[in-house]
């Protein structure tokens, strides 16, 4: 030993405390009698080290103050020794004995040490160091050069005394703590000197503490030294923090107190008032996440603060791996322990988990020193996203960093976005709870050679038995599970041949019969062996009981030397006085080679050296080949700056944003790119990242670099299909893959295989030769010992292993089948491996499937559903379904053995005896399998062809529950998969994913399919799939060859090109007057159908795009009709909307000057009063169905000259009831009707029934539009939630700023309260990209906006409207909804948001956003059950609110945003027109109708009600599209005698018979 090693041992084992000893002096490289100017006197080693010893046990902290005035009290030694054995416990017997030999100077040196960080002595330090303050000289008279800067919290033994090189600080060495000999070099390193206290530095007493933080730290009297100094910031303030320390400092409880700071905070402010701490807490406010670096920490740091704060009522749960958690569980956890790749998947998600986003009030990162590993890029991705979240949301989330000592700690705090000066904390290893002596041997030889091998056995032979001789215990960490053995082994033969075995003799512990009768239990066969001789091994391959059994046994000193991986270090908190790092190679999976020690893992492992509160001291050993020693020396004495991976993860993370619609283009990939640590290590140390320093010079934010990086990985992306990149716009577009992918966490590499390999028809065995291949499982590496067992693993799965058992493919592939077998495997090792390969198999198969459903691809979609049900559920497709329902075993295998050829559905209708007889058991076994049976998820599926046009076929789907409903097995809900699929098999036509809930009784749905592809198919098939259950599964054949389609013989109307007309055609000056203060002149459309509307009486259909001009042809008509003189001269409009009712009469209002009158009629009695000049009547359709049910209808006839039948698309059984009574009343008078509508896919039969000839029926296109509206489409595949309209808030921002300044957007959502959501959503979007204004244009506006707002009723809407955004609902105030709309129509508010109930108004705008096409609809069941269900638009509200960007003479934007699946069918019908059909056969309107004309006598018998259906669309339809209506070719009168009698009204006797019916039904008798 060099010279002076001896009494800084000396010096150590004391436990001197923040004592400063001479002895240490080597550290700072001093002489040894060097004093530094401490006049105290010396303290004796004894004494000192019990006192020492006393306070470090958290145990006892509470004892302590009663201990101490025990010692110095006097009382007799005997009663004194009865008194602290009270106190302490009967376990520290030798810890009071030795304290009571000299009790009074033991006593006072331990109150000395209590008072060192007392109130008086701190304020002792600041008198003195005021004192010496003032006397100094204001001036030295010397010019010094500019210091570098301080920060308050940095407490660092060394600083200043580094030599700087170019990759971070360098610190001295001391003299003289190097060894040599022939087989190694050994350096040792002392322990760090203690940093002495600052001025204002004292301990923090538990008692100062608020009552809701002293709650949570029981077993405490003071907060350590650590703790105190960082207390202030972490309780009082919501600053971001950085605490870089030593393991064991007490970091947790810095956690701690950040979490009691949220929960102070979301407490009300009558708090006091308020009885139990916990009751005031809003518990659904917040969401703490703890990030923990292994699942093994996370479950411990969950066990440790559920138990500090269950008094609180705070839940704390684990999240890790492919756990899941429910809504339910969401709601009432507050805090959230979790690793960093779960929480990126979590947030990755808009949904569901990814919900809990929303709420986090604070994210603490456990080992943030991370970041210099390849999980250090999932770290950056995590708070990169959060950092955004922040200034997304102007939400505050508060980080709080831990991590072991860095060396650039100040680029982590940057990072993390910390204050160096209020929220950065650096403790040296001064602070480490037992002071650490750290050797590092270098072992000779070359490396991997038989030499180096023995020199190192030897070395850790050495090392541990001279350890193990003075009563240590020591932990060898080796790096591959199988070493864990022959390194044990190795060192049992080593310990036998030097006769040392009665140094690990184990069999004197007290306890060591009870352990040896518990270790036998375990299938480990080389643990038990090794347990004889005081050794055990601990790796992830064991089992969870063995590792626990080992685990408790070290910790109970049974087990001398235990050889461990490194995994133990991190996730288990397992100290020994020594640990020893054997070897420093460690292979890496994903590069096929050996590479060094982590540097990180090193400190983690030399973290576990000592054992606080039982020990002085610890040694840390590291034996590395000698060629590596100045490598690790530097870097752990040095510690190289951390530096960012990010680089290699950047792809997949770039994937994730823009899958999230984070980053929608290169610019905001760069901005994104700003938040990493990547950015801040480029600009402090750029050589590394490949930049010049002149090109950091030149462009300081490294603007060029950022896109380039950005750029490299969208063009890797897009190459695998991922995204799609336009490299003109630079913008991003997420593809299905991509989305996939990012939900999935599937790596790009991953993707580019499945490119290659996924076919439309795979079997079994396909599926699982592409999923082995997924990089996810690179780290699976073949061994030899494990080839006999994976052989005999293969003889037993049914599926085909390509690759064998010789590769890493082959070995993922037999234990996935092996984990679904429920295969026995016995090697340990192999028992992780399955387990890692069936949690992540059974991921990546979901992301299959759904790729798969992607690509419409129904072979492979079912084998897909199929596998990922049978890896979580543990079977395989072909054993018994019911296996899934608990039953039990005896009960299974009779099952299967006596009826396993029978259904569920069979066994599901037979009676409990039956069943017990069936499977010889008895009956109370046969009500088990019957009660399994009925509540096994089945539906009842029936179906209605209903054909649209010649080539669109819609299926209308009716799902009826056919189960039993368990909330035990079926939970809140019972997802399932429903899809027609070709007759081949081999393609998904349409697809739904719906859900049965407890309340549904039955679901409807519809799919339409193009008939095209099916042409020559004689059945398609509709697939009914449990998402949950194996073999939940229906198959219904829709057969076609009974279909018929309608014809495809449509004539359509082609735009001549004419020159457009004047108003002077109407030939009547006033009209031209009139119309010219308001129009140029007429269009393309109202040029061609001029003639026939104004100068012939013929009725017309008008079939043209909406806002294509076919009101003023409307008008046109009624011009020509009631002008024209004569005693006709009264004419109807008739709309289906009120709203356009009204509309209407105001346009006609403007024609004053004409003789006529305009009147809005919305009761009969207005409608059939007489008029003596011309008029002009608007009505609706069902206020002209009750006129025409009374008498009074006659009244109009003789006058009745026009019927305009506007906004026929919509037409319903109501207004078609209405005109065919119109169209019978009047067959006898000269009535003209004019049929407008919306562009249709086959008019003729509209027109047939409007008595409209050939030659005046006119089909228009919607491409015939004359205005341009550019139609754009923007898909997504989260159900409906807020989650799925936050995501849509980021590409209508996009839009909205993408269209001209003078333009205005109109945004339509579902229902009026989202309203509200939406807009503060692009408020925000606003706030990120710094637009101050909002959508306001100029300055001036907001001045004009202000002055708005002085009108408005609902002053919640003045913060909307000041950013440019109005609202407009149903519920507000009439005058505040005024003020929208003059405000919007004026250009003055640039965004307006309505809900889609008020689609039906006149607005115009540049750009049009439908955020959505699903809305929430409450329905009651036959039971009266309410039951919420999610419905479509129509396709005639989507046109509607296409019309709404049709501007004359302007080019307009709609843009539509909508379910992936929804996509083409809206599309298809906005281009190619709207299918019209009749609803008369499917509802109560003409039922209701003939009852009551049945009862006032007006209908007499059956052929009155078919005279009346003659005059219907009905009619019509049921000939040209007999299969609609459920009727056979050219039986369409058999059809409609068929209806009549279902709806002729039963006997007057039979009604009697009938019970009343309930008071709020609706029935008319």
Not at 767 to 778: I, M, P
Not at 1167 to 1187: D, E, F, G, H, W
Not at 1336 to 1344: I, W
Request: net charge negative; hydrophobic share 40%; glycine share 6%.
């Amino acid at each position: 030993m060099p010279e002076g090693v001896d009494s800084i041992d000396e010096s150590v084992d004391s436990g001197s405390g923040w004592e400063i000893s001479t002895t240490l002096n080597l550290f700072m490289n001093k002489p040894v009698d060097e004093k530094d100017g401490d006049d105290e006197p010396d303290v004796g080693p004894a004494d000192l080290s019990t006192a020492q010893r006393l306070r470090s046990k958290p145990n006892l902290q509470t004892s302590l103050p009663a201990l101490a005035a025990l010692l110095v009290s006097d009382k007799s030694d005997h009663a004194s020794s009865e008194e602290a054995l009270e106190l302490l416990g009967y376990d520290e017997m030798d810890l009071i004995s030795e304290a009571l030999q000299d009790r009074r100077r033991v006593g006072s040196e331990f109150a000395l040490i209590e008072n060192e960080y007392s109130v008086k002595a701190s304020k002792k330090r600041i008198k003195a160091a005021l004192k010496a303050n003032a006397a100094q000289p204001m001036f030295s008279g010397t010019a010094n050069p500019e210091a570098p800067p301080v920060y308050p919290h940095v407490y660092e033994a060394s600083l200043g005394k580094h030599t700087v090189s170019a990759y971070g600080p360098k610190k001295l060495l001391p003299i003289g703590t190097t060894q040599e000999d022939e087989i190694m070099t050994e350096v040792i390193i002392p322990p760090a000197r203690p940093i002495p206290p600052r001025l204002t530095e004292r301990l923090v007493p538990v008692s100062e503490l608020e009552e809701l933080a002293r709650g949570c730290f029981p077993k405490y009297r003071t907060l350590n030294r650590m703790q105190s100094i960082i207390y202030p910031a972490a309780y009082t303030t919501n600053e971001n923090l950085l605490v870089c320390a030593p393991t064991g400092a007490g970091k947790t409880d810095i956690a701690m107190l950040s979490i009691l700071r949220v929960l102070d905070q979301n407490r009300p402010d009558d708090r006091a008032a308020r009885t139990g701490l916990g009751s005031t807490i809003r518990r659904d406010d917040l969401k703490v996440i703890y990030v923990a670096p292994m699942k093994a920490l996370a479950a411990e740091i969950v066990r440790k603060f559920a138990k500090r704060l269950a008094w609180l009522s705070i839940k704390v749960r684990e999240l890790t791996g492919d756990m899941q958690m429910t809504r339910a569980e969401i709601s009432e956890t507050q805090i959230i322990v979790t690793t960093p790749e779960k929480w990126d998947v979590v947030t990755r998600k808009p949904t569901g988990e990814g919900e809990l986003a929303s709420k986090v009030k604070l994210l603490i990162i456990d080992e943030v020193h991370l970041l210099n590993e390849e999980r250090g890029a999932v770290i950056e991705t995590i708070v990169a996203r959060t950092l955004r979240q922040v200034e997304s949301s102007q939400s505050v989330i508060r980080i709080v960093g831990l991590s072991a000592t860095l060396p650039n700690y100040m680029d982590v705090a940057d990072f993390l976005r910390v204050s160096r000066y209020a929220g950065l904390f650096y403790f040296d290893s001064s602070f480490r709870p037992v002071p650490l002596e750290q050797h590092f041997i270098g072992i000779k030889g070359k490396i991997n050679t038989p030499t180096q091998k023995r020199n190192l056995d030897r070395i850790t032979h050495e090392k541990v038995a001279e350890l193990v001789k003075e009563g240590h215990q020591v932990m060898v960490f080796v790096h591959a599970r199988k070493e864990t053995v022959k390194s044990a082994m190795a060192l049992k033969e080593a310990v036998l041949f030097h006769d040392e075995s009665d140094d690990f003799d184990p069999t004197g512990h007290p306890k060591w019969e009870l352990f040896r009768r518990e270790i036998s239990t375990s299938r480990n066969k080389e643990l038990k062996e090794l347990f004889d001789f005081g050794f055990g091994i601990h790796h992830a391959g064991m089992l969870r009981s063995d590792r626990n059994m080992v685990e408790k046994m070290f910790e109970a000193r049974a087990i001398k030397v235990l050889f461990c991986t490194a995994t133990l270090a991190w996730g288990v908190n397992l100290p020994a006085h020594a640990v020893l790092i054997k070897g420093t190679q460690v292979y890496d999976s994903s590069k096929g080679t050996f590479v060094d020690l982590s540097v990180l893992d090193v400190l983690q492992i030399f973290g576990r050296a000592g054992r606080p509160g039982m020990e002085s001291s610890g040694v840390g050993y590291i034996c590395t080949p000698d060629e590596k020693l100045d490598h690790y020396l530097d870097a752990v004495t040095s510690q190289h700056p951390i530096e960012s991976k990010f680089i290699a993860g950047m792809i997949d993370s770039l994937n994730a944003e823009i899958s999230l619609g984070t980053v929608a283009n290169v610019n905001e990939g760069v901005k994104w790119l700003g938040y990493t640590y990547l950015f801040v290590r480029m600009k402090r140390n750029p050589m590394i990242y490949g930049i010049p320093y002149d090109e950091l010079a030149d462009d300081p934010q490294l603007g060029s670099k950022r896109t380039q990086l950005v750029t490299t990985a969208a063009k890797k992306l897009a190459a695998a299909h991922m995204i799609r990149f336009d490299e003109r716009s630079q913008g991003f577009t997420i593809t299905e893959i991509g989305r996939i992918a990012a939900k999935y966490y599937i790596r790009h590499a991953t993707i580019e295989i499945f490119n290659e390999d996924f076919k439309p028809i795979m079997s079994e065995a396909d599926v699982l030769a592409v999923l082995s291949r997924s990089t996810e499982f690179d780290q699976i590496q073949v061994r030899e010992n494990e080839l006999s067992e994976l052989t005999a693993l293969e003889e037993i799965i049914p599926c085909q292993v390509r690759g064998g058992t010789d590769t890493s493919q082959g070995k993922v592939n037999i234990l996935l089948q092996a984990h679904i077998s429920k295969a026995y495997v016995e090697d340990f090792a192999l028992v992780s491996d399955m387990a890692y390969t069936a949690q992540n198999g059974g991921r990546i198969i979901r992301a299959l499937l759904e790729i798969a459903i992607s690509r419409k691809w129904a072979k492979t979609s079912a084998v897909l559903m199929a596998m990922s049900k049978a890896v979580e559920s543990r079977m395989w497709p072909f054993d018994h379904p019911l296996r899934q329902s608990g039953l039990s075993q005896n009960l299974l295998h009779n099952l299967e053995r006596w009826a396993d050829d029978f259904l569920v559905h069979e066994l599901a209708v037979q009676s409990a005896a039956e069943l017990g007889q069936l499977v010889h058991l008895n009956e109370a076994q046969g009500a088990a399998l019957l009660r399994a049976a009925r509540e096994f998820p089945s539906a009842k599926i029936t179906y209605a062809l209903r054909p649209l046009n010649s080539s669109l076929l819609k299926i209308s789907v009716r799902v009826e529950r056919a189960f039993v409903w368990s909330n035990k097995n079926h939970g809140s809900s019972e997802p399932f998969y429903i899809w027609v699929e070709s007759h081949d098999g081999i393609d998904i036509l349409q697809l739904a994913h719906l859900s049965f809930r407890p309340t549904t009784q039955h679901l409807t749905t519809n799919f339409i399919v193009p008939m095209q592809s099916t042409s020559s198919a004689h059945y398609l098939t509709i697939r009914f799939v449990s998402d949950k259950w194996l073999g939940a599964e229906e198959e219904i054949i829709v057969e076609l060859d009974t279909l018929v389609m309608p014809t495809s013989d449509i004539v359509l109307t082609s735009t001549l090109d004419l020159p457009f007309l004047g108003f002077k055609a109407l030939r009547n000056p006033i009209l031209e007057r009139l119309y010219l203060s308001r129009h140029y002149g007429m269009n393309r459309l109202q040029t061609q159908c001029f003639f026939t509307i104004y100068n012939t009486w013929d009725n017309v259909l008008l079939s043209a795009p909406t806002s294509g001009g076919k009101s003023l042809l409307a008008q046109f008509a009624i011009w020509h009709s009631v002008l024209g003189g004569g005693r006709h001269n009264l004419a109807i409009y008739v709309t289906n909307r009120k709203t356009y009712a009204r509309t209407f009469v105001e346009s006609l209002d403007l024609f004053r000057g004409v003789e006529t009158e305009a009147q809005l009629c919305l009761s009969p009695n207005e409608l059939s009063k007489q008029t003596p000049r011309a008029c002009i009547k608007v009505t609706t359709a069902p206020t002209l169905l009750s006129l025409l049910s009374t008498s009074n209808s006659q009244s109009i006839m003789s006058a009745l000259s026009l019927v305009v039948c506007d906004d026929l698309e919509s037409l319903d059984s109501i207004y078609e009831l209405a005109l065919s009574l119109l169209l019978q009343a009047t067959q006898r008078h000269p009535v003209r009707f004019v049929g407008i509508t919306a562009s249709l896919t086959d008019p003729s039969d509209a027109a047939d029934w409007l008595r409209a000839p050939p030659e005046s029926t006119f089909r228009f296109l919607p491409a015939d539009r004359e205005q341009g509206v550019i139609t754009t489409t923007h898909t997504f595949t989260i159900p409906h939630s807020l989650s799925l309209f936050k995501a849509m808030a980021h590409p209508v921002y996009t839009a909205i700023r993408a269209m001209p300044p003078i333009e205005s957007a109109l945004v339509i959502v579902p229902a009026r309260a989202l309203c509200r959501l939406v807009a503060t959503q692009l408020i925000t979007q606003c706030a990120i990209e710094m637009e101050i204004n909002g959508f306001l244009r100029t300055a001036n506006d907001r001045g004009r906006m202000e002055i708005a707002t002085s009108r408005l009723r609902d002053h919640t809407l003045e913060d909307y409207i000041l950013q440019g955004i109005g609202i407009l609902g149903d519920g507000m105030h009439p005058p505040d909804r005024t003020l929208m709309l003059e405000m919007f129509a004026d250009g003055i508010l640039p965004v307006l948001i309505v809900p889609r109930e008020m689609c039906w108004m006149p607005l115009r705008a540049g750009l049009v956003v439908v955020m959505g096409t699903q809305y929430l609809e409450y329905k009651r069941d036959e039971t009266g059950a309410e039951d919420r269900q999610v419905s479509n638009y129509s396709i005639h509200e989507v046109v509607r609110m296409q019309s709404f960007a049709v501007r004359h003479g302007m080019m307009g934007r709609f843009l539509l945003l909508c379910q992936a699946e929804d996509r083409d069918t809206f599309v298809r019908f906005l281009n190619q027109g709207l299918p019209l059909e009749s609803e008369l056969h499917e509802s109560e309107t003409l039922k209701v109708w003939v009852q009551e004309r049945v009862q006032d006598g007006a209908i007499k018998s059956k052929q009155d009600i078919l005279d009346v259906l003659s005059f219907t669309f009905l009619a019509r339809r049921l000939k040209s599209n007999p299969t609609y209506y459920d009727a056979q070719p050219e039986k369409h009168e058999e059809a409609l005698s068929r209806f009549v009698d279902s709806i002729w009204p039963a006997p007057a006797s039979t009604l009697a018979l009938l019970p009343p019916p309930a008071p709020d039904a609706n029935v008319s008798v």
